[in-house]
């Protein structure tokens, strides 16, 4: 994939009071991890890292999950690229 033009880097606001700096686009990770019965398209571990190592070499840094997301599937899916 090519580079990413400057000016389209996210900014950063804090998230309330809590000294949390946060891009301003938020990764949803709804889709990460494979189940039968899901969203339509899923990604795998391999996919979903990719994603996420794009996402915060564009710079962002908050990440939309749920424990029902993927049946916790995508909460492990990036505690193991976290880990990496």
């Given at each position: ?20 700096k ?29 994603i ?15 424990d ?17």
């Amino acid at each position: 994939m090519g580079e990413i033009p400057e000016g389209s880097k996210p900014k950063y606001n804090f998230l309330g009071k809590s000294g949390l700096k946060v891009s301003n686009i938020c990764l949803g990770t709804m889709t990460f991890g494979k189940m039968e019965q899901g969203p339509p398209r899923q990604l795998d571990e391999n996919e979903s890292h990719h994603i996420l190592t794009r996402y915060a070499n564009y710079g962002g840094n908050f990440l939309d999950t749920a424990d029902m997301y993927g049946l916790g599937k995508s909460e492990s899916i990036v505690g193991t690229w976290l880990e990496r």
